[in-house]
């Protein structure tokens, strides 16, 4: 058979599997040009389009909790206090410009003198936009009472409850639609916060000043075991109680803390706590065979150097 020069299409139609051997040449070629512009391009194909996470400023972050006064929140009627009387709105007024008027304005604007340097900025009374618990009273008392912290609002838990609840109707004045909460949404205040019980709230700091308040009183022991160290040695044979003090003490550090421990024991309780365990009380052993006068002295001379370091 000899070849032909040219495709003749009427037999490819009878028999088109021969279409391939025609056609996969221009598939290669094809899949090679793809190919080639997907590994050009393979750094745009691989890279991260979604930008990082810009972390919020770590100043924003709540780490510790936070200071409360403690307080005795008197006891209040939900259905009077929760709806407004010119008593209420009077005394809120008082209460807003000692207590939020540095932030929210004078004219409730989100406008006062505090902030300007916040990230967040306070809520304008006179606006219905981005409320975030809500403007009824209800809503408006969850705020007070837990705050929105993180942002800058705090918590005014500590306040009587109807000294908030004053507080609310007059932040209602500076519009006229907040809306008017239901006889349930009160009641539901009621049973979620016991208004009609009062409660008491008990104070509490930071755990970092905590810390700071905990070295700084056990520097001031430090200093006191140190000084009755020296007082011993000062003391002589001249008291039988500092020579007994001294006698079978140990270790100066340890009778220090063992003087201001004695403070706050009666002498029977001072023997049993030191008997039980001399060595760790800082005490030689030999404690034990003391007589009681010899206890009493010693007893007494710890406790008045305990008492003089102390004042
Ligand atoms: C230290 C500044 C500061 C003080 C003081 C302050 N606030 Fe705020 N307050 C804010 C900030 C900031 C916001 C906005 C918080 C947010 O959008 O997350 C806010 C929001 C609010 C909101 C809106 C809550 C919501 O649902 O979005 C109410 C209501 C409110 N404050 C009431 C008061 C009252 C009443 C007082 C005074 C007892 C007060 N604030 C004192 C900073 C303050």
Sequence with gaps: ??????????????NPSRLFGLSYIYFLVTAGFIGTYY??????????????????????????IPMQRG??????????????????????????????????GDNGMGDGPSAAAMAVKPRNFHSADGWKNGRSVANMY????????VNGMAAF???????????????????????????????????????S??????????????????????AADAKLAAAVGTS????????????????H???GMKVAAAALHAGGLSLDEFIRSVSADPVTAGFTASVVRMSREEWSAMYAYLTKVAKERKS
């Excluded at 058979?1 to 009878?14: A, G, R, S, T, V």
């Excluded at 932040?171 to 006229?176: P, S």
């Excluded at 104070?203 to 700084?216: D, F, H, S, Y």
């Design 197 to 218: 019980k009062g409660s008491q709230l008990p104070p509490q700091i930071p755990v970092r000043l905590a810390m700071q308040k905990l070295e700084t009183e056990s």
């Design 142 to 149: 969850k705020t007070l009472q837990e705050g929105i912290v």
């Design 1 to 14: 058979m000899q070849p032909k020069d040219e495709i003749d299409f009427m037999e490819l139609l009878k």
């Design 232 to 247: 011993l040695k000062g003391k002589k044979q001249e008291e039988q109680g500092a020579a007994l003090a001294q006698r």
């Design 71 to 104: 307080a005795v929140i008197p006891p209040v009627d939900v259905l009077v206090a929760g709806r407004t009387s010119k008593a209420l709105v009077d005394k809120g007024a008082n209460l807003y410009k000692a207590n939020c008027a540095s932030c929210h």
């Design 249 to 251: 003490c140990a270790n």
């Design 157 to 195: 838990n500590y306040l009587p409850a109807e000294d908030r609840f004053a507080l609310i109707h007059y932040v209602r004045t500076f519009a006229a639609d907040y809306p008017v909460d239901s006889l349930s949404a009160l009641q539901d205040l009621e049973k979620v916060y016991n208004l």
């Design 39 to 64: 590994l050009w391009n393979m750094n745009d194909v691989s890279k991260n389009a979604t930008a990082p996470v810009v972390l919020r400023d770590s100043s924003q972050f709540v780490m510790d």
